[in-house]
Nanobody, 113 residues
Framework: QVQLVESGGGLVQPGGSLRLSCAAS????????MGWYRQAPGKERELVAL???????HYADSVKGRFTIFTDNAMKMTSLQMNSLKPEDTAVYYC???????WGQGTQVTVSS
């Protein structure tokens, strides 16, 4: 069992930056891959970025070059650095133990002028 808590969301202007953090507790040793997902109103939840325990990363095409996912060696803290934010990035962002079934409560990111 892994418990996840997201933080760092907020309101930011287009072109701005935010860093989201996901703090994991519990059976951390079971985590192989952490992912950040987002869900906008009326849309399906989509994968934004993932990182494996080995450090392999993957990004959605829409965020490549703008977002960076990183984690510590124990995967206790997985962060998403979001730069050059666009209004279409507005969503609730969730962290997730991919291959497991743990989700955080979500943190709202709103990009608006």
């Amino acid at each position: 069992q892994v418990q996840l808590v997201e933080s760092g969301g907020g309101l930011v202007q287009p072109g701005g930056s935010l860093r989201l953090s996901c703090a994991a507790s519990g059976s951390i040793f079971t985590i192989n891959t952490m992912g950040w997902y987002r869900q906008a109103p009326g849309k399906e939840r989509e994968l934004v970025a993932l990182i494996t325990r080995r450090g392999t990363t993957h990004y959605a095409d829409s965020v490549k070059g703008r977002f960076t996912i990183f984690t510590d060696n124990a995967m206790k803290m997985t962060s998403l650095q979001m730069n050059s934010l666009k209004p279409e990035d507005t969503a609730v962002y969730y962290c997730h133990t991919i291959g497991g079934d743990s989700w955080g409560q979500g943190t709202q990111v709103t990009v608006s002028s």
